[in-house]
């Protein structure tokens, strides 16, 4: 059993002897309210060179899904890759707000344009909304006379937890419908799986940031049917075939209860022929991209993913 880095371990010693509820016996009100005020004390602002401007994303239903733009001061227009981001929060929690920071800091490092969405969240609209959400962005994206005009060349998608598992789903969905793929699919530590028979989803069940508890209270917020579970769009590891989707670069934290399920996509990746990229962070727990006042590895990792993203752009231009 890995040990979480010192100062994440000073970090979560403070967070046990403050003795505050667990999320998951608070309420979902109390609960966003907690994880959004909680966004500036524990992650930095980002870079705030980057231009942000509020749109919203048509959905099918007639809904508009609010979304933010992001793109280096330096840099304009649609001559610029594009990743469309996903949040993570468990499908219950998050929004724009919440992951700021990481957009701007990826937009700023690759340099690329990143739509974030703030898709519908649960309980008041369970599965599969958020994943049709994320697809009729997507969707939205490559339309011939789409808003943004993004060359559907040039389209990554990524995003973190659940976030990752809507990225994920996104690039079964192109494979399958013969659709435009993403360049890349940007995987930040995934839930692949509903299964709790992975050995990581005991060893850091608890005092870990992400707890066993509180991630079972969003599965049961999130889904109507128990059948549901095994569905890979919302649990992509269950997808029988994988072969054929786009390249993945998956990031993982070690102390994280779900670090074995996205290893183990990792590896199914690996074996349908599909290159991937795992990296497994020593130390780090759950949601480590987004406390950047809280350990210096937060920089490292975005750094590696802006990297990670514009060798998968460059790569485009030049096979072009």
């Known amino acids: 059993m890995g040990a979480p880095h010192p100062e994440l371990a000073a970090f979560l010693d403070l967070v046990a002897a403050a003795g505050n509820p667990p999320m998951h016996e608070v309420g ?183 707890e066993a508890a509180t991630l079972d209270w969003m599965v049961a917020n999130t889904l109507s049917r128990p059948e549901d579970a095994d569905d890979w769009r919302f649990a992509p590891l269950a997808h029988p075939d994988l072969r054929g989707v786009a390249p993945a670069h998956i990031a993982l934290a070690e102390c994280d209860l779900l670090v074995d399920e996205g290893t183990a996509y990792a590896r199914r990746l690996q074996q349908a022929g599909v290159p991937t990229c795992l990296d497994i962070y020593p130390g780090m727990v759950h949601d480590f991209a987004r406390l950047g006042n809280i350990v210096e590895q937060t920089a490292v990792l975005r750094a590696n993913l802006a990297r990670a993203l514009a060798a998968a752009f460059k790569q485009a231009v030049v096979g072009a």
């Open 28 to 210: 979902i009100v109390q609960a966003r309210a907690d994880y959004d005020a909680a966004t500036p004390m524990l992650d930095a602002p980002g870079d705030l060179r980057v231009l942000a401007q509020d749109l919203a994303v048509p959905a099918r239903d007639g809904a508009r899904l609010p979304a933010r733009l992001y793109r280096p001061g330096a840099a304009g227009g649609s001559d610029l890759p594009l990743l469309l981001f996903l949040h993570g929060g468990g499908y219950c929690l998050g929004g724009l707000e919440s992951h700021d920071s990481l957009c701007r800091d990826l937009a700023a490092l690759t340099p690329c344009a990143v739509l974030a969405l703030d898709y519908r969240r649960a309980p008041e609209h369970r599965f599969p909304t958020a994943y049709l959400d994320a697809l009729d962005a997507w969707t939205w994206l490559l339309a011939p006379d789409a808003q943004l005009g993004w060359r559907p060349g040039r389209l990554a998608v990524g995003g973190d937890s659940v976030g990752g598992s809507l990225a994920a789903a996104l690039s079964l969905h192109a494979r399958d419908a013969g659709g435009v793929a993403p360049l890349l699919q940007l995987l930040l530590y995934p839930c692949t799986s509903a299964s709790n028979d992975f050995p990581s989803k005991q060893r850091y069940a608890t005092g870990h940031l992400l």
